[in-house]
């Protein structure tokens, strides 16, 4: 949500309060027509209650995402710039096998830099037996 989304916001619910929390409100707004940045602490000051924030809920209510997601690319949809799907299908790649030279023990690894353990049998290190 934007600054302006905010502060329009407390400008709305500002006319139904009264007493101190209104004060408060008030001098906020009106620091912020003086140029100074107060959403945050507006913002603070609307979520403190929870009847405010209820209504600032209600007023700040997000705006729906629609630069972007799976149902804007490549399913029929009129706009697919925000998303493209991978060329091909999404196969997993092969992975390397490491084996211990002593028993039957193997491991494979999938990711490039994953350390490769020893082997659990106490034989050493574990060298390459397969894979890409």
Known sequence: MRDEDILDAARAIRPRLSGALADEIDQLL??????????????????????????????LDRQVDTSRGADSGGYGMADSAGYAALPGYAVPSAEIMYGCGECDYEYPVFEVGEPVPHCPHGHGALGRVGGR
Do not use: P, Q, W
């Open 30 to 59: 009106a620091r912020a027509d003086g140029g100074e940045d107060v959403a945050d602490a507006l913002l603070e000051v609307l979520t403190g209650d929870d009847a405010l924030r209820d209504e600032a809920r209600r007023l």
